[in-house]
């Protein structure tokens, strides 16, 4: 949590969206049957769908109001305009490319390539592979300026990997190679060790981290997936190429 | 005769599960898992009874049970390893314990912190226990009287209370927090009309927002965001001795300890509110009715043993409004409600008519979670130390992977994740700007029956709120609600000093009020 100096500059803007959020669920909610018949109900008032949505639409907007308020009468007239300022000054840009908001912002991008890109398209044991392998090796070597360019690399490697999917050439070379998404996967990991590799090659002690970091990458996947797949009996998100592979072993004898 | 069918029942259930080899292997696997949850820094017992939901998906209604509740008994307590030894409470639960925890292990006493730690746990688990067992009958009988206005205000409550008392900053955030939660609840199609809300055109919201996966994002998501985003380390360990159980100790504090597990019930029923608050509220009292206060925050056992007991006994508390009323008592219970409700059980005053032995096997189960735990704890304390030198930058993605495919595997949709993670990283950004979680998430489980039984109440009242004030509980619960959101403003606090002086001829010692609560007003 923020120090209260800066929450209470914070609280402005975030009374203001939580006060402009409890509009719109108003405004939502209006539009929501309140008279007349819907689906053979006679509607009256106090047993509208809109009813309760009305009240958390309001509260909402009024304790946003109230934050406001709050907020406003403790940092005061010059702190409002001191913020304002600060909004709009360099130090804004400099705040933003702080180590511990790259740090944000890794996290951010590894999570979300890996749930809206990689887990429905493909194979999750290599998705989670891919996911712990840049998770841990940036975050591990505990180190700002290596984590920046393994996040750019990693980057690079997401955008190729939307294109291929967004142009269609998953479908395209299904029909010559299983598993085309899964195959660059692999290959993906292959690099993107070989980068981190050449990063740190020059310094032992992240030669040793780095190590453990891919065999946990690979571990845990390989516990956690196949209990939930073969114990539990929890298809994958995605079945590829690996959970061909495990399920021709598993099935082969059991 | 009921009482004596209820102790042989009681027993009945505890034999059952204590001569099954499967309940028991289970048992002793959840708890070491939750004390190994609670002894991480970052990870905390709720998120293990999340990450848990998932996997118990596919076992019985029973044993899911003896797996969640040992895990949420064994995480409660793990807590205190990390404070004894690192001065990093585990979990915020054992904040407190840290303050007398760490002097005794510097001071090479350790081993004589966990044991004490481990024992006063148990005994405070197995008090709440009696008090599952005790008062659950009670609060059913009355619950089975309340109507619909009872049902909405007491969610309503519910809610307002969490986000009173969970608050770390302005009140007035926890009660946002809150009724955001109950704005998610009302996403969906409604329960009397099926008209859809907020679905934004999503056909996968039509049926609502599931609400274990956005518990497993609210919880998990920004813990593993703020322990990688700040770098945090955990230090060197202090040394640890042999464990003994300190049974004279605590026989010389039975008082005390009486007293703690009191105080952690009480704390545990209140809707919402965790065990990190009976922890302090416990320490507090102990510190205040001590002769020798000075001696807390440098190794005093008494200290420990009073945050520990009210913790763990904190956890029976919590059951009591969740069984009897479907009111979660602190967040792991929350997650709890939802595996139950995955379960096909539904918490609530028709659970005794439902499930008659239902809650005598939670009884059962907590009394055989808290002996595993003095087990496990004397046995096992010196294993699962090693853990705390596992480098979070290491644990927190696997926890990121468990949190993605437990999301998922609760109804195997990926929608759930398309849900989860924007939620994990909103609640992420409240966390940061001083919103509490547990009203949020309270919100998102409450709101289904606070929506339903407004409106039930107002049809059969043909949309007069009049009952409200002609039914006894009606009228106190909405007095109460009434209280607690006049009570923090300023201009009550004036006008209360006013008509105490002129009654009492004294002034209250609330009068000066903080600078923050004073802009309230």
Redesign the interface.
Known sequence: ??D?DK?RK??IF?GSI?MLFGLW?IS??LQ??MKGS??G?Q?????S?A???LF??A??AL??A??IR?AL??VGRQGLTDTLHWLGSSELIHFLKSP?LF??YA??VL??S???LN??RID?FLG?VL??IV??TM??F?DDALLKKMLYFYLAGTVASLAFFSLGLSETLEASLPYPGDWLTLAFIIVYCIYVWSLIRNVPPLRKKYR??LI?AVV??FT??P??KYF????M?KEGMVVAVLDAIWYWDF | MMLFDRIGTFFGIVFHLASDPISIAVLFGSVLMGIIFGAMPGLTSTLGVALLT??T??MDTSLAMVCLLAIYVGGTYGGSYSAILINIPGTAAAAATALDGYPLACKGEGGRAIGLTTTASTIGTIISMLFVVSISPIISYFALQFTSFEFFLLAFFGILISGTLTS???V??G??AG??G??LA?VGR?L????P??TLGFAELDSGVEVVPVLIGAFG?PQ??QV????FQIGETQKLQRIIPEIGTVVRNIPAIIRSALIGVGIGAVPGIGEDIAGWVSYGTAKNTSKHPETFGKGELQGVLASETANNACVGGAMIPLLNLGIPGSPPAAMLLGALMLHGVTPGPMITFEHPTFIMEVAAILLLASCAMFVTGLLLAKQVVKVLRI?T??F???I???C??GS??LG?N?FN??LM?PV??ICYFL?????PIAPLVIGVIL?PM??EN??RA??VS??SFMPVFQRPVSLILFLIIVLTVVSQFDWYRNLKDRLLQKVFGRRNPHETVP??KE??S
């Open positions: 949590m923020m209260k929450l914070a609280d975030s939580i669920i939502q909610a929501m049957p819907y689906g109900v509607n009256v008032w106090y047993v769908p009813l309760l949505p958390v639409g509260m909402i304790l946003g109230l934050l709050i009468k403790t511990a740090r944000f996290m951010v999570f979300f890996f749930v809206f887990i429905p999750f989670a996911f712990l998770f841990i975050f591990y505990d453990t970091a946990l845990a996947p956690i997936g209990i939930f539990l009996l929890v298809p998100p | 998932a996997l998906y596919g770390p900053d302005l007035i955030k009660w946002i009724f955001l109950l704005f009302c409604d009397l009309q099926f008209y809300r907020f998501i593993i965001i990688l985003k700040d770098r480098p930058q290491i927190m993605p696997i990121g992977v468990l993605i495919i998922y595997s195997l990926i994740l398309y993670l994990g990283i966390t940061e700007m001083g919103y709101g606070a929506d407004l409106r107002l049809m043909q949309g600078k923050e802009s309230e």
